[in-house]
């Protein structure tokens, strides 16, 4: 990856895409941005509208509608690009409609000289992951989907409520699918450097270990909740995005629960799936392995096997 820039280009300009651009732009997370988007209007009009905010934004960034042929200096191309999630929709769902789109959008950005790395949004993510991997033939290091970084967000803000302590200070991860079989592995969740549960057992009068997975539903229904209430979901998901890309360009080693190929860790081959990871500057550096009681193993399975069986229903 060129280092002595920071080029993004998005394809996808709707309301996941512009969320994420609107955050670059607000925390100056790159120097070059490019909108491309089936709508050429669309991107020229977006482009406009963050440009005229930028004496405000305390950014130098470079904004503009493109091209595929932009893509070739491109440091990290986002995909935002897809159908929209119906009300009651479940990601897998999307799959098939999804599909149809990438085909259209993998093969122009590899022919443009493209050699940066791939970030996926569009759901479902990780089947969609899998999909521009093989599209493109990259390496899976290079191939990152958002996963389940919002939704481990999502966790940390309802435990940070809960505990009435800083989320940034709750250390707990959601994994497998970003979707229905996502699970919370309680045995790795804690508060500093106190698991969850011993503290919930320590203080029985303030917390109770009932709420754990009453929490764990919380965090799994919340996107069909806002989906509901205001029709999709854009700002969380566009900041975890650019959490993922600032880990990428600062060279962070941070570790995030991307969408990431398995090839061996958890006992789980050939299938992308949310897992804590550490990021650089070459994309995922690597997979950690956490320490998952039996249960959460089954878990863990049964959410890989549902995603590796809908995949290999496609034709890629």
Same mark, same amino acid.
């Not at 508060?191 to 929490?215: A, H, M, N, Q, S």
């Given at each position: 990856? /060129? ?6 280009v ?5 309301? #996941? ?14 120097d070059?941005l490019?909108?491309?988007?089936l709508?050429k209007?669309? +991107?020229?009009?977006? +482009? ?8 405000? +934004? ?15 200096d ?8 897809g159908?929209?999630?119906k009300?009651?929709?479940? /990601? ?6 999804? +599909? ?19 970030? #996926? ?18 390496p899976?290091?290079? #191939? ?37 079989s ?20 320590? @203080? ?5 270990? *009932?709420?754990?997975p ?19 979901? @854009? ?17 962070e080693?941070?570790?995030l ?9 958890y ?19 690597r997979?950690?392995?956490? /320490? ?5 193993? /089954? *878990? ?17």
């Amino acid at each position: 990856m /060129r280092t002595d820039q920071k080029k993004v280009v998005l394809i996808g300009a709707g309301l #996941v895409g512009m969320s994420f651009a609107y955050a670059l732009l607000n925390q100056n997370a790159c120097d070059q941005l490019v909108l491309i988007d089936l709508d050429k209007n669309r +991107a020229e009009g977006e +482009a406009m509208d963050l440009n005229h905010g930028l004496a405000f +934004a305390g950014s130098h960034m470079k904004i503009c509608a493109g091209d595929y042929p932009d893509c070739a200096d491109a440091d990290i191309v986002a995909i935002c690009a897809g159908v929209a999630q119906k009300p009651g929709e479940s /990601r897998i769902e999307l799959l098939d409609r999804n +599909a149809q789109v990438f085909r259209s959008i993998v093969g122009p950005v590899v022919k443009s000289g493209f050699s940066g790395i791939f970030l #996926v949004a569009t759901n479902p993510v990780d089947i969609m992951t899998h999909v521009t991997k093989d599209l493109s033939k990259f390496p899976a290091s290079r #191939v990152i989907g958002t996963g389940t970084t919002l939704d481990t967000a999502r966790l940390r803000y309802l435990l940070g409520e809960y505990f009435r302590i800083d989320p940034r200070n709750i250390h707990a991860y959601v994994m497998g699918e970003h979707g229905d079989s996502e699970f919370v592995p309680w045995s790795q969740a804690m508060v500093g450097t106190k698991p969850v549960e011993e503290l919930c057992r320590e @203080y029985p009068d303030l917390y109770d270990l *009932k709420r754990l997975p009453e929490i764990g539903e919380e965090v799994r229904n919340a996107a069909q909740k806002i989906i509901a209430a205001k029709k999709s979901t @854009y700002y969380g998901i566009g900041m975890a995005m650019v959490r993922i890309v600032r880990a990428i360009f600062g060279d962070e080693h941070s570790i995030l629960t991307v969408s990431a190929l398995l090839e061996g860790k958890y006992g789980q081959q050939g299938v992308y799936a949310g897992v804590p990871c550490t990021l650089s500057r070459e994309g995922v550096e690597r997979v950690i392995s956490l /320490r998952l009681l039996e249960e959460e193993q /089954r *878990k863990m399975q049964h959410s890989c096997d549902l995603l590796r069986d809908v995949y290999q229903q496609l034709k890629i």
